[in-house]
């Protein structure tokens, strides 16, 4: 069958696509930036067809459903504000879309919700959008589960580092209810089955785990299998979901943005009221996964590095003022209709492209940003504080990026190897160039870009570093030149450091470079690191000279 797949390029749906071509299905993945999906190696299959198309945007959405059999709606915009009006318009428009092509069914990822009471904005905004494709005329069926446990995802991450890091917490009551989880492999196991539903199916079925657990048992459950200490829970009543996020902000990789629309599921109890689904689409040959199944699952695949997709993958949508990742980079006063601040840095190395280019490529996340850590630090902090995505949300992937990918408060917009530059990518790229291109999505009175670059010479390579920073208003000018004393300590760090580190490295297989936590042991480690950096640069001197 032909299949759609809006989100390709979210969590489920980065998951679900490959899943579909591999049981032979041709699969149309639906996204607002192709680009993104350049890296990805199940995209470039046969199978695979990539369009440009927004749920928002009528015409593209009758061009993607054209031919198609089956349409998976994986779109969802809570950590937008308004999101609930978002979702309902794009619902409206995707129906209309569907039914106009001709298209045979729906599948729908919504969530969990009681009967006969007051639903939080998060679960009656999912299942507002349920109803709204089981009345379009196109058989639906709506999958509503839990909480989802996989590496990678929202609610799993918030499970994970609340219970890492907090050895004595303090519990409101909404960690009393009940929560029936279920593994990311259980979902995308009913999803690709749903494919085959009978023509006359027309509805929604609860999918869980076999486990149905409070909160503070999950948190329990997941410290045995992780192996920590057991945590000391302190209850406090008067502690509300909206109160709860700001600390979940604080704690964890979710932003608050995030981790309010989750928190305010939480307050209800999400439990299964049937598991129907399984008379249509058997469960897994080896049964559904138990709830330490799945976290150990988890912690397996972020230990071996290997997590397909993370929460953080999905890029939120853009506010129509603002270019798109895919325009051109604003590189002088013309293009942007004003000023453009920029700080430019360029070293000469004797290591090799290939080498410095690695160094570069595995920037940030737990191995830090090679200049005044405890800037950066305090940077991601404050950002979390006005419920930006600080420095927590790391990397997918300790040694390779993609374009789309987050890395900590940036957003890979081009990522470019040196074999693959050249007019078709990037068209001021030098022949066999490096580049590397960051986008800032911290909070800030404007839009920031930072720009690393690797270019091979007889003797060694050239490290081109660009920060650029477009301010709105007086602010924006404000903010650049309060800051912009610290440059040299940030940004002229980097280029020494990154260009040492590449020296120091060269040919010595895993890059040498610890992390920069804080604490007097990460302190000691960085004054070893900065030693060690200090004495390559010194004895590349004495060979120069």
């Given at each position: ?145 839990a909480v989802i446990l996989g590496s990678g995802s929202a609610s799993f991450e918030m499970l994970r ?164 990742p895919s325009d051109l980079l604003p590189s002088d006063p013309e293009w942007a209709g004003g000023t ?63 374009v789309g990918d987050a890395l900590d408060w940036w957003r890979v917009e081009e990522c470019v190897e ?128």
């Amino acid at each position: 069958m032909k299949c759609v797949v809006t989100g390709a390029t979210g969590y489920i749906g980065g998951r679900l696509a490959p899943r579909l071509a591999a049981e032979g299905h041709e699969v149309r993945c639906v996204v607002r930036t192709p680009a993104k999906m350049k890296d990805i190696p199940w995209a470039q299959q046969d199978a695979v067809e990539v369009v440009a198309g927004d749920v928002l945007d009528e015409d593209s959405m009758r061009a993607a459903c054209e031919g198609a059999d089956v349409l998976f709606y994986l779109v969802h915009s809570l950590s937008e504000s308004g999101f609930a009006e978002v979702d309902r318009h794009a619902a409206l428009i995707t129906a209309q879309a569907a039914r106009s092509a001709g298209v045979r069914r729906i599948v729908y990822l919504g969530g969990i919700h009681p009967s006969g009471v007051r639903l939080s904005e998060h679960l009656a905004s999912r299942a507002e959008v349920g109803e709204i494709f089981l009345r379009s005329g196109v058989p639906t069926a709506v999958l509503q589960a839990a909480v989802i446990l996989g590496s990678g995802s929202a609610s799993f991450e918030m499970l994970r580092y609340l219970t890492e890091r907090l050895p004595v917490m303090l519990t409101p009551s909404w960690v009393h209810h009940r929560v029936q989880p279920i593994a990311i492999r259980d979902v995308l196991h009913y999803l690709v089955g749903a494919v085959d539903l009978p023509a006359d199916v027309n509805r929604a079925f609860d999918i869980g785990g076999p486990d149905v657990l409070t909160y503070l048992q999950m948190m329990e459950g997941f410290a045995e299998v992780a192996g920590l200490p057991p945590r000391r829970m302190l209850p406090v009543p008067v502690l509300t979901p909206r109160l709860s996020s700001h600390w979940v902000n604080l704690v964890t990789p979710v932003p608050r943005s995030t981790a309010v629309p989750l928190i305010d599921s939480l307050i209800h109890e999400v439990v299964a009221s049937e598991h129907d689904i399984d008379d249509l689409v058997p469960p897994p040959a080896e049964g559904l996964t138990s709830f330490r199944r799945a976290v150990d699952l988890a912690l397996t695949r972020i230990r071996e590095g290997q997590v397909e997709t993370r929460w953080s993958g999905a890029n939120a949508r853009y506010a129509p003022s603002d270019p798109m990742p895919s325009d051109l980079l604003p590189s002088d006063p013309e293009w942007a209709g004003g000023t453009v601040y920029t700080d430019v840095r360029e070293r000469t190395s004797a290591a090799s492209a290939d080498n410095l280019w690695r160094v570069v490529i595995g920037i940030g996340g737990n191995r830090g940003w090679y200049s005044f850590p405890i800037g950066w630090w305090a940077r991601g902090v404050i950002d979390r504080l006005v419920g930006g995505v600080g420095l927590r949300r790391g990397r997918r992937d300790e040694d390779t990026l993609k374009v789309g990918d987050a890395l900590d408060w940036w957003r890979v917009e081009e990522c470019v190897e040196g074999s693959d530059a050249g007019p078709r990518s990037v068209p001021d790229l030098e022949d066999g160039e490096y580049l590397l291109r960051l986008r800032a999505e911290m909070k800030a009175p404007g839009l920031a870009w930072l720009e690393l670059r690797v270019a091979p010479r007889p003797d060694g390579s050239v490290y081109r570093q660009r920060a650029i920073f477009l301010p709105k208003g007086l602010a924006g000018h404000a903010y650049w030149w309060v800051i912009a004393p610290f440059h040299v300590l940030v940004f002229g760090g980097m280029e020494r450091r990154i260009v040492a580190a590449a020296e120091l490295t060269e040919g010595s297989g895993p890059l040498a470079v610890p992390d920069d936590g804080y604490g007097p042991l990460a302190a000691l480690r960085r004054r070893r690191r900065d030693r060690a950096l200090r004495d390559a640069e010194k004895a590349r001197s004495r060979v120069g000279a």
